[in-house]
């Protein structure tokens, strides 16, 4: 069965249709890039699957893990296991990193019916997990994200996933910013995140990112619809011929 | 002759006034009040037409009759907030309570006594200082404590005394029975090179009682006096108070002043830097819920050449609750080299919760650095959607934030278990706010 799986999604943001038609399918274990030209709506669709509230959703459904995801708020489908990473992650000066994660993992074990995690057993846990990303430990009791360096921020999106173990994972944008190493430290902590039971939805603009996460599917996001769906191989050519090319043909082979 | 001078102003307080004129006191004190008496005749309470009492709703004084304090002071269980290092003075309804305070042994030089104690031995410090630097003249509310003074906190750290322990004087006020008016008084004297931690903490034991406690702090060259503030009286308590500080060359006071309570709490805090290269840091946080008013009215005056002010307030408000902050800062024309900052920002959680902003620079000395500015703003949208996003609900992710605003001011209490306590008691009151705006 699959994990998510969205159906004809119509977005609209005061009026104006952003998502014109959307269908995608997740499965289990895959690894799904969402590529596209700026304002083509790739952010939009991370947003509304996170259940960001301004986002009117005028036709079409999304089903996850078995359920209408529409139906749930954010805290929600985050404990039923939905993560999305941040393009521009938040900066909230005077709640720690730490006491923001436990209280968030807490939040996701007692939806489960599980207990809650004590302080120390959660610090073993945390600090085994930011080796992933390579995180400093004073981050840990610093306040989110509040003076982190770009590279820093999309890091500790990744320290987040890691700690709170979705089993679905959008990440928005968070190649964008970063620098070859950066880059290379976040594709390490995602890889080592790849799961048969976890699902990855990569949103990124450049094809960069794939060389060191390698998708099982890619999707080009255009003008608000999937323009061409393809493997790895489709974002080699978008790297060669950018998204011009089938800005032009899926008309095309409409009128065809 | 004295009840000649009750006018029908005094209404609310003139058998409050009319019991304290008969107890006995030392002639120090029965002279203070005899010119409080005539200075609260000749002010009146304030009017909203005035100024500086524009936004203060004082209907609930007005309407009700206060009454003098209880003659038996009633038991009362200190453990729940005393600091458990802290050499303590209570006072209930402004009268010293031996029995429950717990100064300790005192090094040479040293006093932490009572005013009436103070004023009997002849200290030259309570001669000299108490009431030098209340604005008895103008400030009705000084004037009306001054009238009222019985008692009071006297602590004087001698020369060069660096104290670790903290001193803290408790005020508890009001009655479940009846509605009494209380004059909690504090005169502090840190001689040169002392340093020293005051914790002033206002509490509240039933009913709409008014407390107008008056604190003068007088700061020696080269001293430090950290003075925390906390007012948690009762939600139906009033509260108007006036803090007077001066300060003299190369010595430095900071504050933290949090006030919880009080369906009325206004107090006005004037700080004089009076000597070269003094320092003042004034911190602040008020939290207001239902229909509470909480006020500050700050004036920090330089006068004198390169001296720093600083000053963060902040307020966390829900309900119908108001808030006025009024800054002032006057720099003298001598004081060149001034350095004064002062931001006051606010968080409403409510679309009726209202703020008054008043920041206020009068600058007379063409060289100095002064900066100004105030926020009035709701819950960052952004921040609460981060938050959700992870899992953490939206009751949960409100109270994180705005327990995160007030933390910046908390977390500057030097007294750390008084610290601890504080952003408990404030994470509960915020919990309450959040609660009852999601119920609109």
Same mark, same amino acid.
């Given at each position: 069965?699959?994990?998510?799986?969205?159906?004809?999604?119509?977005?609209? #943001?005061?009026?104006?249709?952003?998502?014109?038609? !959307?269908?995608?399918?997740?499965?289990?274990?895959?690894?799904?890039? !969402?590529?596209?030209?700026?304002?083509?709506?790739?952010?939009?669709?991370?947003?509304?699957?996170?259940?960001?509230?301004?986002?009117?959703?005028?036709?079409?459904?999304?089903?996850?893990?078995?359920?209408?995801?529409?139906?749930?708020?954010?805290?929600?489908?985050?404990?039923?296991?939905?993560?999305?990473?941040?393009?521009?992650?938040?900066?909230?000066?005077?709640?720690?990193?730490?006491?923001?994660?436990?209280?968030?993992?807490?939040?996701?074990?007692?939806?489960?019916?599980?207990?809650?995690?004590?302080?120390?057993?959660?610090?073993?846990?945390?600090?085994?997990?930011?080796?992933?990303?390579?995180?400093?430990?004073?981050?840990?009791?610093?306040?989110?994200?509040?003076?982190?360096?770009?590279?820093?921020?999309?890091?500790?999106? !990744?320290?987040?996933?890691?700690?709170?173990?979705?089993?679905?994972?959008?990440?928005?944008?968070?190649?964008?910013?970063?620098?070859?190493?950066?880059?290379?430290?976040?594709?390490?902590?995602?890889?080592?995140?790849?799961?048969?039971?976890?699902?990855?939805?990569?949103?990124?603009?450049?094809?960069?990112?794939?060389?060191? !996460? #390698?998708?099982?599917?890619?999707? #080009?996001?255009?003008?608000?619809?999937?323009?061409?769906?393809?493997?790895?191989?489709?974002?080699?050519?978008?790297?060669?011929?950018?998204?011009?090319?089938?800005?032009?043909?899926?008309?095309?082979?409409?009128?065809? | 002759?004295?009840?000649?001078?009750?006018?029908?102003?005094?209404? *609310?307080?003139?058998? *409050?006034?009319?019991?304290?004129?008969?107890?006995?006191?030392?002639?120090?004190?029965?002279?203070?009040?005899?010119?409080?008496?005539?200075?609260?005749?000749?002010?009146?309470?304030?009017?909203?037409?005035?100024?500086?009492?524009?936004?203060?709703?004082?209907?609930?004084?007005?309407?009700?009759?206060?009454?003098?304090?209880?003659?038996?002071?009633?038991?009362?269980?200190?453990?729940?907030?005393?600091?458990?290092?802290?050499?303590?003075?209570?006072?209930?309804?402004?009268?010293?309570?031996? &029995?429950?305070?717990?100064?300790?042994?005192?090094?040479?030089?040293?006093?932490?006594?009572?005013?009436?104690?103070?004023?009997?031995?002849?200290?030259?410090?309570?001669?000299?200082?108490?009431?030098?630097?209340?604005?008895?003249?103008?400030?009705?509310? *000084?004037?009306?404590?001054?009238?009222?003074?019985?008692?009071?906190?006297?602590?004087?750290?001698?020369?060069?005394?660096?104290?670790?322990?903290?001193?803290?004087?408790?005020?508890?006020?009001?009655?479940?029975?009846?509605?009494?008016?209380? *004059?909690?008084?504090?005169?502090?004297?840190?001689?040169?090179?002392?340093?020293?931690?005051?914790?002033?903490?206002?509490?509240?034991?039933?009913?709409?009682?008014?407390?107008?406690?008056?604190?003068?702090?007088?700061?020696?060259?080269?001293?430090?006096?950290?003075?925390?503030?906390?007012?948690?009286?009762?939600?139906? %308590?009033?509260?108007?108070?006036?803090?007077?500080?001066?300060?003299?060359?190369?010595?430095?006071?900071?504050?933290?002043?949090?006030?919880?309570?009080?369906?009325?709490?206004?107090?006005?805090?004037?700080?004089?830097? &009076?000597?070269?290269? %003094?320092?003042?840091?004034?911190?602040?946080?008020?939290?207001?819920?239902?229909?509470?008013?909480?006020?500050?009215?700050?004036?920090?005056?330089?006068?004198?050449?390169?001296?720093?002010?600083?000053?963060?307030?902040?307020?966390?408000?829900?309900?119908?609750? =108001?808030?006025?902050?009024?800054?002032?800062?006057?720099?003298?024309?001598?004081?060149? =080299?001034?350095?004064? =900052?002062?931001?006051?920002?606010?968080?409403?959680?409510?679309?009726?919760?209202?703020?008054?902003?008043?920041?206020?620079?009068?600058?007379?000395?063409?060289?100095?650095?002064?900066?100004?500015?105030?926020?009035?703003?709701?819950?960052?949208?952004?921040?609460?959607?981060?938050?959700?996003?992870?899992?953490?609900?939206?009751?949960?992710?409100?109270?994180?934030?705005?327990?995160?605003?007030?933390?910046?001011?908390?977390?500057?209490?030097?007294?750390?278990?008084?610290?601890?306590?504080?952003?408990?008691?404030?994470?509960?009151?915020?919990?309450?706010?959040?609660?009852? =705006?999601?119920?609109?």
């Amino acid at each position: 069965m699959s994990l998510l799986e969205l159906k004809n999604l119509h977005v609209s #943001v005061d009026g104006n249709e952003i998502l014109k038609g !959307i269908d995608l399918t997740v499965n289990p274990g895959e690894v799904h890039a !969402i590529m596209g030209p700026n304002g083509s709506g790739k952010s939009t669709l991370a947003s509304v699957l996170a259940g960001r509230e301004e986002y009117e959703i005028t036709a079409g459904e999304i089903r996850y893990a078995d359920q209408d995801l529409l139906e749930l708020d954010a805290e929600t489908r985050a404990r039923e296991g939905l993560f999305l990473a941040f393009q521009y992650p938040v900066e909230i000066p005077g709640v720690s990193n730490t006491y923001f994660l436990r209280t968030a993992f807490n939040a996701i074990r007692s939806h489960r019916g599980e207990e809650e995690i004590d302080a120390m057993d959660f610090l073993t846990l945390v600090r085994e997990r930011m080796k992933l990303v390579k995180l400093d430990e004073s981050m840990l009791k610093r306040p989110i994200n509040a003076g982190f360096s770009g590279g820093e921020k999309k890091r500790n999106e !990744i320290f987040h996933l890691a700690v709170l173990e979705p089993r679905l994972a959008i990440l928005d944008e968070t190649d964008s910013g970063l620098d070859i190493d950066a880059l290379k430290i976040v594709a390490d902590g995602v890889n080592s995140m790849r799961d048969p039971e976890r699902s990855f939805v990569l949103i990124t603009h450049y094809q960069r990112l794939l060389n060191y !996460i #390698v998708p099982d599917f890619v999707h #080009v996001l255009i003008d608000g619809r999937i323009a061409r769906s393809g493997d790895r191989e489709l974002a080699l050519q978008l790297e060669d011929r950018g998204y011009e090319w089938l800005e032009v043909e899926p008309a095309q082979a409409a009128g065809a | 002759m004295t009840e000649s001078t009750v006018t029908a102003d005094q209404g *609310a307080f003139a058998t *409050a006034l009319g019991a304290i004129a008969g107890t006995p006191a030392p002639a120090l004190l029965q002279d203070l009040r005899l010119r409080g008496r005539e200075s609260f005749a000749t002010l009146g309470l304030p009017s909203r037409r005035q100024e500086e009492w524009r936004f203060t709703r004082l209907k609930g004084i007005e309407e009700e009759i206060f009454e003098a304090p209880n003659a038996v002071t009633p038991r009362i269980d200190v453990t729940p907030w005393r600091v458990s290092d802290a050499r303590l003075m209570v006072f209930v309804d402004g009268i010293f309570a031996p &029995d429950i305070s717990d100064i300790g042994d005192l090094p040479d030089g040293l006093v932490v006594s009572n005013l009436v104690l103070g004023a009997t031995s002849g200290s030259e410090a309570v001669t000299r200082h108490l009431g030098s630097l209340a604005p008895l003249a103008e400030h009705p509310f *000084a004037a009306l404590n001054t009238a009222l003074i019985a008692d009071g906190a006297f602590i004087h750290v001698p020369a060069r005394m660096e104290l670790d322990r903290p001193i803290q004087v408790v005020f508890v006020s009001g009655s479940e029975d009846r509605t009494t008016l209380s *004059a909690p008084r504090i005169l502090i004297v840190a001689e040169a090179g002392s340093r020293a931690t005051v914790v002033e903490h206002h509490l509240g034991n039933g009913g709409a009682s008014l407390s107008c406690p008056v604190t003068e702090i007088v700061i020696g060259e080269k001293a430090a006096l950290n003075h925390v503030v906390v007012q948690e009286e009762d939600l139906s %308590a009033h509260h108007l108070g006036v803090r007077q500080m001066q300060l003299a060359a190369d010595s430095r006071y900071s504050a933290q002043s949090i006030s919880l309570g009080g369906a009325l709490a206004r107090t006005d805090i004037g700080v004089v830097l &009076d000597g070269e290269r %003094a320092e003042a840091s004034l911190d602040g946080l008020y939290l207001g819920d239902g229909s509470q008013q909480a006020n500050t009215h700050l004036t920090v005056r330089h006068a004198s050449p390169n001296c720093n002010s600083h000053q963060l307030y902040k307020g966390i408000l829900g309900g119908r609750a =108001k808030a006025v902050f009024n800054g002032r800062i006057i720099v003298d024309q001598d004081a060149q =080299k001034t350095d004064a =900052k002062q931001s006051n920002r606010n968080l409403l959680l409510s679309e009726d919760a209202v703020v008054n902003s008043n920041p206020q620079l009068e600058i007379f000395a063409d060289d100095v650095r002064c900066t100004h500015g105030s926020t009035i703003g709701r819950l960052d949208e952004d921040a609460l959607f981060y938050l959700r996003s992870r899992g953490i609900g939206r009751a949960e992710a409100i109270q994180l934030l705005t327990l995160a605003f007030a933390g910046e001011i908390l977390e500057r209490i030097p007294v750390e278990e008084l610290r601890e306590r504080l952003e408990k008691t404030v994470a509960l009151r915020l919990a309450a706010i959040s609660e009852s =705006k999601e119920r609109e």
